[in-house]
């Protein structure tokens, strides 16, 4: 079946450094990779839509310089919170799927942020 | 932008009965997925639908892409069904997934 894994599971950093997190797809091809926050008290906010070969796609509020995403190949891809601060504290998931634009996506545990 | 409402915000039920959960959607979305957020935070897989319903167990799912809106059916709720369940719509701007506010549904003996 399709797995995703994501880690870390969990990090505390202090405010002001960075923090890297994973993705690890197995069982298909992960054309497709979303990015996704869940901030306390919110619902799920995209950050970006990376695909293979593709520019990466950044939402509203959300830039390369900040979240840079890394998306080499059909099984991997990483997203760093660079400089993170209280407001970048949440639940960190990534959600992919093979083709491109439509399909189910899959999700990982996620990576839960917190900032001192 | 487009935007998926979903609702009850909470729900509590008693063992044994059942309920829907709705999400409606400000415009024409191409497929939806429900989810179940489990104690670990992981989000289960439940339904992937692009049209008419599915049925896994006691869970049924619908989705009517013309009205914009998709349903999550419950019978027979048992105490291992509590937990935060949350729908999501893919738009066809490049397959992106807007996500409902999340229903809470308890479940009581």
């Known amino acids: 079946g399709a797995l995703v894994y994501q880690y870390p599971r969990r990090t505390i950093c202090k405010s002001g450094t960075s923090m890297r997190m994973e993705c690890q797809a197995v069982?298909?091809?992960?054309?497709?990779v979303a990015w996704y926050r869940q901030s306390p008290q919110k619902t799920f906010e995209l950050i970006a839509l990376?695909?293979?070969?593709?520019?990466?796609?950044?939402e509203q509020n959300f830039t390369q310089e900040k979240f840079p995403i890394s998306h080499p190949n059909l099984s991997f891809s990483s997203m760093t919170v660079l400089n993170a601060y209280l407001e970048d504290r949440g639940l960190y998931l990534c959600?992919?799927?093979?083709?491109?634009?439509?399909?189910?996506?899959?999700f990982g545990e996620g990576s839960k942020l917190t900032v001192l | 932008g487009d935007q998926v409402e979903q609702s009850p915000s909470a729900l509590s039920l008693h063992e044994g009965t059942g309920s829907a959960l709705r999400c409606n959607f400000t415009?024409?979305?191409?497929?939806v997925q429900w989810f179940r957020k489990n104690s670990r935070g992981s989000l289960i897989n439940l339904f992937y639908l692009a049209s008419g319903t599915k049925e896994n167990g006691r869970l049924k799912s619908a989705f009517d892409s013309k009205e914009r809106y998709s349903t999550l059916h419950i019978r027979d709720a048992q105490l291992e069904d509590s937990g935060t369940y949350f729908c999501a719509a893919e738009g066809y701007n490049q397959g992106k997934l807007i996500f409902g506010q999340g229903t809470k549904l308890s479940i009581k003996p």
């Open positions: 415009t024409t979305m191409r497929a």
């Open positions: 959600g992919a799927r093979e083709g491109t634009g439509t399909g189910q996506l899959y």
């Open positions: 069982g298909f091809q992960a054309t497709s």
């Open positions: 990376s695909t293979v070969n593709s520019a990466i796609k950044y």
